[in-house]
């Protein structure tokens, strides 16, 4: 069975990978440009080793408690573990002991206890802005959108909160294209949206250039709009288990 469902991630993996370079060769960009991250939520650890043996450098959670065992059993693993779920303060603690990113923080409170558990556990974490692009554009701190995010007029401030939060870095924005408002079904148009925002907050804090976008469906839009990071699951790992 391992040795059957390594020749399945393998060759899903490859699918994957002629994908994302199809994508960059289109856009004029190198392949270089674009980090591919394994989204791994509901697939064991066994699936995180076979995609650690095959290459992959970076995996994806968004549950705290599916991630942090799954995390400990692959610790041997050269690997960088990203969270991007919707988080709740009182599991940040957990989170900060094996994420080396969080994708999305959306709030001073969520900022306030990453930098207090970072700073205890002696480690530097790599923080993206999640942006909620169904929110009300013109909202401050308070528009949220419906998977989690802060509205674009929220970034610049939550930005600056990270970037000088001790224990924090800040790398950077993540979005996940809108089911409604304005930009639904427009992926290309909110990735584009996402990146006029990159530019923006790299005009305050210019190593911020993380631009995290697009899944199985709409890598290619991600990667066409000049996203850095494509977060891709299903496309590698298959149909999730226990799921629809």
């Given at each position: 069975?391992?040795?059957?469902?390594?020749?399945?991630?393998?060759?899903?993996?490859?699918?994957?990978?002629?994908?994302?370079?199809?994508?960059?060769?289109?856009?004029?960009?190198?392949?270089?440009?674009?980090?591919?991250?394994?989204?791994?939520?509901?697939?064991?650890?066994?699936?995180?080793?076979?995609?650690?043996?095959?290459?992959?450098?970076?995996?994806?959670?968004?549950?705290?408690?599916?991630?942090?065992?799954?995390?400990?059993?692959?610790?041997?693993?050269?690997?960088?573990?990203?969270?991007?779920?919707?988080?709740?303060?009182?599991?940040?603690?957990?989170?900060?002991?094996?994420?080396?990113?969080?994708?999305?923080?959306?709030?001073?409170?969520?900022?306030?206890?990453?930098?207090?558990?970072?700073?205890?556990?002696?480690?530097?974490?790599?923080?993206?802005?999640?942006?909620?692009?169904?929110?009300?554009?013109?909202?401050?701190?308070?528009?949220?959108?419906?998977?989690?995010?802060?509205?674009?007029?929220?970034?610049?401030?939550?930005a600056d909160l990270i970037a000088?939060?001790?224990?924090?870095?800040?790398?950077?924005?993540?979005?996940?294209?809108?089911?409604?408002?304005?930009?639904?079904?427009?992926?290309?148009?909110?990735?584009?949206?996402?990146?006029?925002?990159?530019?923006?907050?790299?005009?305050?804090?210019?190593?911020?250039?993380?631009?995290?976008?697009?899944?199985?469906?709409?890598?290619?839009?991600?990667?066409?709009?000049?996203?850095?990071?494509?977060?891709?699951?299903?496309?590698?790992?298959?149909?999730?288990?226990?799921?629809?």
């Amino acid at each position: 069975m391992t040795e059957r469902r390594r020749d399945e991630l393998a060759a899903n993996l490859a699918d994957v990978e002629r994908r994302i370079a199809a994508a960059c060769a289109a856009a004029g960009r190198g392949r270089d440009e674009v980090t591919l991250i394994v989204v791994t939520k509901t697939f064991p650890a066994g699936d995180v080793r076979i995609l650690s043996e095959l290459g992959v450098r970076h995996v994806a959670e968004n549950r705290d408690q599916e991630a942090a065992p799954k995390a400990a059993e692959c610790s041997d693993l050269p690997l960088s573990w990203h969270f991007v779920g919707q988080l709740q303060t009182n599991k940040v603690r957990s989170v900060v002991g094996y994420a080396d990113f969080v994708q999305s923080v959306d709030r001073a409170r969520l900022v306030t206890a990453l930098a207090r558990e970072a700073v205890r556990a002696g480690r530097e974490l790599g923080c993206l802005v999640q942006v909620a692009l169904d929110a009300d554009e013109s909202a401050a701190g308070g528009g949220r959108g419906e998977r989690g995010g802060v509205a674009p007029g929220g970034v610049a401030e939550l930005a600056d909160l990270i970037a000088g939060s001790e224990g924090l870095r800040l790398d950077g924005l993540m979005t996940v294209a809108p089911l409604a408002g304005e930009y639904a079904g427009r992926q290309q148009a909110a990735f584009e949206r996402l990146m006029d925002l990159s530019t923006d907050l790299r005009t305050a804090h210019p190593a911020a250039s993380m631009v995290s976008a697009g899944m199985s469906t709409d890598l290619e839009q991600a990667v066409a709009a000049g996203a850095t990071h494509v977060r891709v699951g299903s496309a590698v790992l298959g149909v999730r288990p226990g799921l629809g």
